[in-house]
């Protein structure tokens, strides 16, 4: 397989496929295609594997695009203005990412619901919070809203984070949850109720661009229904 990413601001991506080559993205997720293609659309998995993948905000069902040809070619693009970041799992290397932050793999690419149990301050009821784990062996693409920012921390090293601005990190990196702390930071900092805290060793993805933060700006600018 190969590919090419092009653009900036709003970026596609090339797939050349061979004879055999596949990949797989969320339903509505291919842009165009060419050539000795064909589609495959199922649960991928089963329909458990698909409600889990609903609850981390990806579709119920799967398309697979499979090379049966010479050569074909599958165009992907994000859904915001963003960046498009390729990683290369090895055998069981693992990517913990973002909801709805998948964009297409490999077909030898897993991807799973992540249930992060222990986050502190009883963060959402104590329910916990919910990921997204792609694992290896193969290439997989995530869409990142904004730039995207890449750290590697060092054991013991921390950042502290708005949680909407962190894209992935890799499973080695500690996440936990804690309320910000006084009052007046919480109601005038305008951050909100909690930071997260990441803690290496291991890789962190940062974006720029919180699609919650944009949708509230362009709320402001939506006219409102008259009574």
Request: net charge negative; hydrophobic share 45%.
């Amino acid at each position: 397989m190969r590919y090419e990413i092009h653009g900036t601001v709003m970026q596609s991506v090339d797939v050349y496929l061979s004879r055999g080559e596949a990949v797989f993205t969320e339903a509505g997720g291919m842009a165009w295609m060419a050539g000795a293609i064909e589609m495959k659309t199922d649960t991928r998995g089963g329909v458990l594997a698909g409600l889990g993948r609903k609850l981390a905000d990806e579709s119920l069902f799967m398309t697979t695009y499979s090379c049966t040809g010479d050569q074909g070619l599958v165009v992907f693009t994000p859904e915001a203005p963003g960046k498009v970041l390729p990683l290369e799992l090895g055998p069981g290397q693992a990517i913990i990412a973002e909801k709805d932050a998948f964009m297409f793999a490999e077909t030898s690419v897993t991807l799973e619901m992540f249930f992060k149990r222990k986050l502190g301050a009883g963060f959402f009821g104590g329910e916990g919070f919910i990921l997204q784990k792609l694992t290896g062996p193969g290439k997989a693409f995530l869409e990142i809203p904004g730039e995207v920012r890449e750290y590697n921390l060092q054991p013991g090293q921390v950042l502290k984070v708005d949680p909407g601005h962190i894209a992935a990190f890799e499973p080695s990196v500690t996440y936990d949850i804690a309320t910000v702390k006084g009052v007046t930071n919480v109601l005038f900092s305008g951050e909100g109720m909690f930071l997260a805290t990441l803690s290496g060793p291991g890789r962190v993805w940062l974006q720029s661009l919180p699609l919650s933060n944009l949708a509230a700006k362009l709320a402001r600018f939506m006219p409102a229904k008259s009574s």
